[in-house]
C-alpha cells in the first residue's frame, strides 16, 4: 500500500489526506471531497498516466443471499501461506533488485506449472525521481478462448522504503508480506485449484509490478499524481491482449493480517457495486461477514482504478481498512514489521474461500 498524499487522487494508498504542513493524517469518509471523486471517476485525473477462526454469527441459511448448489473447491490456506513465505523468502521485491528478478520468475513459473497461458510483459517505467524500473507484469490466463472472463489481481512488488517506521528506517525497503504477498499468494493458491477443476468462464490472473514505487513524503522534490500503480497504468494501456475485456475484476491488496477488516471501497461502490455488493454477500452466507463488513470504508487510489479508467472493466478492491488506528491501515503498513510472522491463515482462508466461490458460481 502507497502513501498518503495531500492532492485525494495523487497517492497510491489514498485512504486519507496527508496535510504535509501539520503531517496529520485523518480517513477520508465516503462523502468527502465529492467533486474530485467524479472527477477522478470520470478519467479526467486518470487518464494522464495462525489467530484463531472467526465466523461470523449468521449461519449460510440466515444469510441475505443464498450461493449456489455448485461444488466450489476448497481453498488450503496452508497453501496460500507457504506461497506468502515463498515470496518474502526472495527479500524485498523492489524494482531493479536481484530479488524482485527472482520472485518474478518465481511466479511465472508457478503460474505455468498450474496450466496457466503465461504472459510477461516487460516494461521500462519511469519513477518519480526519474528512476528506470524494469519492470514486469505476469500474467496468467484459464480458458483463455472464453469471452466471459473475471478478472483476478494483486501486486507483487513490495515498498522501497519503510516510510511509516521510525526515520532511521525511512531509506529501508520492507518484505511487504502484507502488502503485496499475501495477494498474491491467495491467487496462487486459486490458480492451483483452477488447474484441477476449471470454472465456466475463462479467469485471468495479472500479478501487477511498480505499484508501490510512489513518492515518499520524505522526498523533496516534486511528487507527480500518478507515482504509484505504474504496473496496472501500463496494463491498463496495453493490455496482455489487444482489446481485453472482462466481466469485472477482483483487486487484493493487503489481506493477510490477523482479524482483517475489508470495508465497501468508494471506487468500487461507485463503479463495480454489483459486484462488490456479490462478493460481501457471498463472504456472509460462508460466514466470513465479520470479515467483509458491509459498511461504507473510505476511497482510495489504487490498481482497480486504473483497470477500471483505461480498460472499462469494474473492478472492486478487497482491501484492509482498520478502524483502531490513526492510518486507517494494519499498523504493519510501510513498516519493517510487515513480515511473514503477521500474517494469518485465517484471514487468507476467509479472503481465498469468498473470491474462490464467486467464480466458480459465474456462469
Known sequence: MAKNTKTFFCSREMMYLCNRKNKTKHYMKFYSNLLTATALLMGTALLSCGSSNRNDNRTKEESTEEISNIQVPEFNADSAYAYVAAQTAFGPRVPNSNAHK????????QLEKFGAKVYNQYADLMAYDGTLLKARNIIGAYNPDTRKRVLLCAHWDSRPYADEDDPQHHHTPIDGANDGASG?????????????????IGIDIVFFDAEDYGTPDFYQGKHPSDSWCLGSQYWGRIPHTPDYKARFGI????????????YYEYYSKETANDAMKKIWKTAESLGYGNYFVPQDGGSITDDHIYVHSFRQIPCVDIIHYDTSTNTGFVSTWHTLDDTLEHIDKSTL????QTVMT??????
Not at 527472482?102 to 513459473?109: F, I, S
Not at 493487503?254 to 477488516?261: E, K, Q
Not at 482462508?349 to 481465498?352: D, L, Q, R
Not at 464467486?358 to 456462469?363: F, L, P, R
Open 251 to 262: 483487486l487484493l491488496d493487503m489481506v493477510g493480517a490477523p482479524n482483517a477488516t475489508f
Open 349 to 352: 482462508k476467509a479472503v481465498g
Open 184 to 200: 498474491v499468494g491467495v491467487l496462487l493458491e486459486i490458480a492451483r485449484q483452477l488447474q484441477q477443476q476449471a470454472p465456466a
Open 358 to 363: 464467486v467464480i466458480y458460481n459465474e456462469k
Open 102 to 109: 527472482a520472485c518474478g520468475e518465481y511466479l511465472a513459473k
